[in-house]
């Protein structure tokens, strides 16, 4: 089956240093990958995307390259802000046999709180 | 503007009840999701609809129940059967990747 696995949190960094949230997954066939973040009180938003092997997704300064061979989907961003603060959501998706539209596989998220 | 309204944003519900959360998407997308949300266990699928009229059960669909009779529409009822309801729901549509997510609904049994 599916799995997506997060490193464990929170992560507590100082504005303007350097951000590393590992994912790894296991799937059947080829699946694309996602970071969706979430901030207090709402739904979750797309961050960024890639949907082959080698692609990377990139979005407001985050980065994630999608690994094949280490299947891995790694967050990072160079300065983090204090408006980073939010929980993040590694996730993956696999067509099914018909070509059509796969529910998505969730990470337990890891909550970063960045400070002043 | 395009996108999904869950309503209502705050719900309490006594021990023993049925309770409907809403979802209403005008992005004209085929599928729509219910996922709960608990701390520290990330988002788990409740049930899910690829098109009208149509809907599988996702991993926890015990004590939940959905319909799907318009395409812009995909309620939630959660019964009685439901040992533990408490969570915060949310509600997700997506054409070919395009997933777009509401802003949940908080459902708190009293």
């Known amino acids: 089956g599916n799995s997506v696995t997060q490193m464990e949190g929170p992560v507590t960094l100082s504005e303007e240093a350097f951000l590393t949230i590992n994912c790894t997954y296991t799937?059947?066939?080829?699946?694309?990958l996602f970071w969706y973040v979430q901030y207090p009180g709402e739904g979750l938003q797309l961050l960024l995307k890639?949907?082959?092997?080698?692609d990377k997704g990139s979005n407001k300064g985050f980065e994630a390259t999608y690994r094949k061979e280490t299947t891995s989907f790694h967050l990072e961003k160079g300065s983090v802000q204090v408006s980073d603060s939010a929980v993040y959501f590694c996730?993956?998706?696999?067509?099914?046999?018909?070509?059509?539209?796969?529910?998505?596989?969730f990470g337990k998220g890891i909550t970063l709180s960045v400070r002043p | 503007d395009g996108g999904i309204t869950q309503s209502p944003k705050y719900l309490f519900r006594k021990e023993g009840q049925n309770v409907t959360l809403s979802c209403e998407q005008n992005?004209?997308?085929?599928?729509m999701y219910w996922y709960r949300q608990d701390p520290g266990q990330g988002l788990r699928l409740i049930y899910y609809?690829?098109?009208?009229?149509?809907?599988q059960k996702g991993d926890i669909a015990e004590g939940y129940s959905v319909s799907r009779e318009k395409k812009e529409s995909f309620p939630l009822t959660v019964t009685s059967a439901q040992k533990n309801p408490t969570a915060f729901y949310l509600c997700?549509?997506?054409?070919?990747?395009?997933?777009?997510f509401g802003s949940g609904t908080r459902l708190t049994v009293v």
């Open positions: 996730a993956l998706g696999v067509r099914d046999y018909t070509g059509a539209n796969s529910k998505l596989t």
């Open positions: 799937a059947t066939g080829y699946p694309s």
């Open positions: 890639a949907t082959k092997a080698d």
């Open positions: 992005l004209n997308h085929d599928a």
């Open positions: 609809s690829q098109i009208v009229n149509d809907f």
């Open positions: 997700a549509s997506n054409q070919n990747y395009g997933y777009t």
